[in-house]
């Protein structure tokens, strides 16, 4: 049995592509691509895959495995995203090599079998390993899962695990209360990104407080519409 209801599951979904596009998810979104600034690559689709994390090759890969249209056409940069090639480049201004991926991303982005590589790929690398931790800990709010899950696309899954020990809060599984460690939860997720020594990173923290604003205003439920970041109403 999941941990959300399917409904909630697209509201969480929805709040991670305002955090990542700042626009609700669309058949579009599953196209945006660009060079970060912060040394991490190409960043692509709906939920932001990067090259150095390796949900980018892991996409591609999952796109060839499912005998996407383009496949042959991605093969000839397997090797360049497998040494992370676009972490080394000017993100404003890319080689052609680069380019050129980014220019075939897009255009894959409107394939059906990419956008279900790209599903696919976040659920099983980052969802399920969210899920499974809250589940652990006996969560059961869907703001829960959302923090864990936002935490699982920006920082990994161990993440979770490494934050935990930053408070003493203890989770319900151990006799602890719900919102007091979600709340602890994101507070370390918070301090944790403003000591980064990128100034990048440090602004990546506003996020964390996007999701302790719906905390605060008691919607723990993510009962909608509701108004998130830059002003975006959630269905």
Request: include cysteine.
């Amino acid at each position: 049995m999941g941990a959300v209801t399917p409904e909630q599951k697209r509201v969480i979904d929805s709040v991670l592509s305002i955090n990542e596009t700042g626009k609700l998810p669309s058949a579009t979104a599953y196209s945006t691509v660009t060079v970060l600034a912060d040394g991490a690559g190409i960043s692509y689709g709906k939920h932001q895959s990067t090259d150095r994390s390796g949900s980018l090759d892991a996409i591609v890969l999952r796109y060839l495995d499912l005998g996407g249209s383009m496949s042959d056409k991605f093969r000839p940069f397997l090797k360049d995203l497998d040494a992370n090639f676009s972490t080394k480049v000017d993100p404003k201004n890319p080689p052609q090599h680069v380019k050129d991926l980014m220019n075939l991303l897009a255009e894959a982005g409107k394939d059906p079998i990419m956008q279900r590589a790209q599903d696919e790929v976040f659920d099983e690398n980052y969802w399920v390993p969210a899920e499974q931790r809250g589940q652990a800990m006996k969560l059961v709010t869907p703001l829960a899962y959302l923090a864990l899950y936002d935490t699982c696309i920006h920082s990994g899954p161990s993440r979770i695990d490494a934050l935990r020990k930053n408070f003493p809060e203890r989770p319900p599984s151990t006799g602890g209360d719900e919102t007091a460690w979600v709340r602890a939860f994101l507070n370390a997720r918070f301090a944790w990104l403003k000591s980064n020594s990128n100034p990048l990173v440090q602004k990546s923290a506003d996020r964390v407080t996007a999701i302790l604003k719906i905390a605060d205003s008691g919607n723990w439920n993510l009962k909608t519409p509701f108004v998130y970041r830059f002003n975006v109403t959630i269905p």
